[in-house]
């Protein structure tokens, strides 16, 4: 199965910046649709972003639409998600994820989530 791998975490102040990128090996993730999760202590893991592989359509949650931006690189099979204006509350262990089959798009479950990296810290405070 495709194995994942996220990087990039770590403090950031608010209002600061931070990409977390997620690379992949084995089948092309040209053929998946790719997904961000963050969850904090005591919290439900919460879908934050995803892309769907057929028509390139993105999903991002209210709490970060117009902050965070998910993108790809098919070429070194690896997927970002560039983060920005970051509060506090954003703080929490960010997993990436990937399925050859899912559309992904409103309430993203991990369950529909077949591929999943270990997860990276990030913690946004002053």
């Known amino acids: 199965q495709l194995q994942l791998v996220e990087s990039g975490g770590g403090l950031v102040q608010p ?6 990128s997620c690379a992949a090996s084995g089948p092309t993730l040209a053929y998946h649709a790719i997904g961000w999760f963050r969850q904090a202590p005591g919290n439900e ?7 769907n592989r057929s028509d390139g359509s993105t999903y991002y ?3 970060v639409k ?8 098919n070429a070194k099979n690896t997927f970002y998600l560039q983060m920005t204006s970051l509060k506090p ?3 929490g262990v960010y997993y ?4 050859p089959d899912l559309y992904c798009g409103g309430d993203m479950s991990p369950g529909d989530f077949t591929s999943w990296g270990r997860g ?6 002053s």
């Open 15 to 20: 209002g600061g910046s931070r990409r977390l």
């Open 66 to 73: 117009g902050r965070f931006t998910l993108s790809r690189d």
């Open 120 to 125: 990276t810290q990030v913690t946004v405070s």
């Open 45 to 51: 893991r919460e879908g934050i972003s995803c892309i």
């Open 96 to 99: 990436c994820a990937a399925d």
């Open 89 to 91: 509350e954003d703080t």
């Open 61 to 63: 949650s209210d709490s």
